[in-house]
């Protein structure tokens, strides 16, 4: 069973795009603690729009230039590429939130 998690754990560390990268709290991968700290701080109440216009406007006066978001009640998949670690897919009361920079 170690040797599973040894290699578990390998497979996460050569996946990451970027040095910077780590798997936060919730269990997604996230590239830059400061986009984390915005959309934890944004996301709230029921209306995904509301939470994804939140993200956005967070993450761009936060760390400056555009950003991309998606919210969804439900886990989802996705790929994507992103300037500078700039990306981060976080978890928070039922909402999983996306935001990158294109």
């Known amino acids: 069973m170690r040797s ?3 290699l578990a754990a390998l497979a996460v560390t050569v996946c ?4 910077n990268c780590y798997i936060n709290d919730s269990g997604f991968t996230c590239c830059n603690k400061e986009l984390e700290a915005s959309m934890k701080g944004a996301m709230g109440g029921g209306d995904l729009l509301g939470s994804a216009d939140s ?7 936060s760390l400056g230039g555009k950003f991309e ?8 998949a996705y790929k994507s590429h ?14 999983y939130a996306l935001a990158w920079q294109p």
């Open 4 to 6: 599973l998690v040894v």
């Open 16 to 19: 990451f795009a970027q040095d």
């Open 55 to 61: 993200i956005q406007k967070g993450a761009e006066s």
């Open 69 to 76: 978001t998606v919210v969804a009640l439900d886990d989802f």
């Open 82 to 95: 992103f300037k500078e670690g700039k990306s981060c897919k976080i978890e928070k009361n039922g909402q």
